[in-house]
Nanobody, 117 residues
């Protein structure tokens, strides 16, 4: 079992910045990849950014150049630095961890990010 605890988020103005952090506990040795997803009202949950245990990163086109994901593979923590925020970034952001064989997704409780225009 893996538990994910998120912190950060809140309210920001357009053009501002926020940072999200996530810490895993439990069977963290089984985690391969970690990342962040978001879900806006009435929309499906979507990938924002992900990082592998080897440090490779992947971003949604909508956040490339504005968001940066980083992590500590030994501690299984992950940060999401969000810059140049836009109102369309408003959503509940969920931390995600993927464990190997067969793949299983764990989720945090979610943290609200609201960007005002």
């Amino acid at each position: 079992q893996v538990q994910l605890v998120e912190s950060g988020g809140g309210l920001a103005q357009a053009g501002g910045s926020l940072r999200l952090s996530c810490a895993a506990s439990g069977s963290i040795f089984s985690i391969n990849n970690m990342g962040w997803y978001r879900q806006a009202p009435g929309k499906q949950r979507e990938l924002v950014a992900a990082i592998t245990s080897g440090g490779s990163t992947n971003y949604a086109d909508s956040v490339k150049g504005r968001f940066a994901i980083s992590g500590d593979n030994a501690k299984k923590t992950v940060l999401l630095q969000m810059n140049s925020l836009k109102p369309e970034d408003t959503a509940v952001y969920y931390c995600n961890a993927v464990v190997a064989g067969p793949p299983f997704y764990y989720w945090g409780q979610g943290t609200q990010v609201t960007v005002s225009s």
